[in-house]
């Protein structure tokens, strides 16, 4: 199955990089291009991608907006945002308008196509050295609050619990089997009960709902 992306970014080298790094592989396809936020929503609306490879800053209507827009919106289309490690007030606004991914520029370009595989998968990934600080701060800040109350988690069991606290803590499907004795496709399946019973988009509000909940408590 191929996966089909809007690039949304005004950087035209940038685009033009992705593009031709693409190219040469036959399960990706850009079928759509965007400078701005406002042409990236219109584009999502018109082609109906599979995911969007997002830009933060950008004239007009920025990457985080465009990304609450396009979320919000009746469209499937799953956003992984371009970011740098300096730029976290921007990532926690990107995480609260509904990313399923942060990668950063300056990432091997071959580890970007990976990250849009995981996206596109309906996985979750956001680049090593962001993951546990970003989501422990963006939690414990009281101006970084999603704009909704905690979610409970009455109605799991112990077992989805566990997997809840792990997958928390960061860990994957792969390392959840491993922890828990269980094989991956046992863990794959209770992290996608997990998304039902809870009302999760990805993996990304998982960790988020861990953290707001307890299972995981923030670092000291």
Do not use: C, W
Not at 22 to 40: K, Q, S
Not at 102 to 115: G, P, R
Request: proline share 5%; hydrophobic share 45%.
């Amino acid at each position: 199955m191929t996966v089909r992306l809007v690039l949304a970014d005004d950087q035209p080298l940038v685009r033009s990089g992705l593009r031709v790094l693409i190219a040469d592989h036959p399960d990706l396809e850009v079928v759509g291009e965007a400078a701005t936020g406002a042409e990236a929503v219109q584009l999502v609306r018109d082609v109906d991608p599979d995911v969007v490879v997002m830009d933060i800053r950008m004239p007009g209507m920025d990457g985080i907006e465009a990304t609450r827009r396009i979320t919000a919106g009746p469209a499937t289309a799953r956003v992984l945002v371009l970011t740098t490690f300096d730029e976290d007030d921007h990532v926690y606004g990107a995480l609260r308008a509904g990313a399923s991914g942060f990668v950063v520029k300056d990432m091997a370009l071959d580890d970007i196509l990976t990250a849009i595989r995981v996206v596109a998968a309906g996985d979750a990934l956001i680049a090593p050295g962001v993951t546990r600080r970003l989501i422990a701060d963006f939690v414990g800040r009281p101006t970084a609050a999603p704009e909704r109350s905690p979610r409970p988690v009455e109605g799991l069991t112990e077992r989805e619990r566990e997997v809840l606290t792990l997958v928390g803590r960061g860990r994957s499907n792969t390392e959840i089997a491993e922890d828990l004795f269980i094989t991956v496709a046992t863990a794959k399946s209770h992290v996608s009960r997990l998304f039902t019973k809870l009302g999760a988009r990805d993996r990304v509000q998982l960790v988020i709902i861990a953290y707001e909940t307890g299972l995981v408590t923030l670092p000291r």
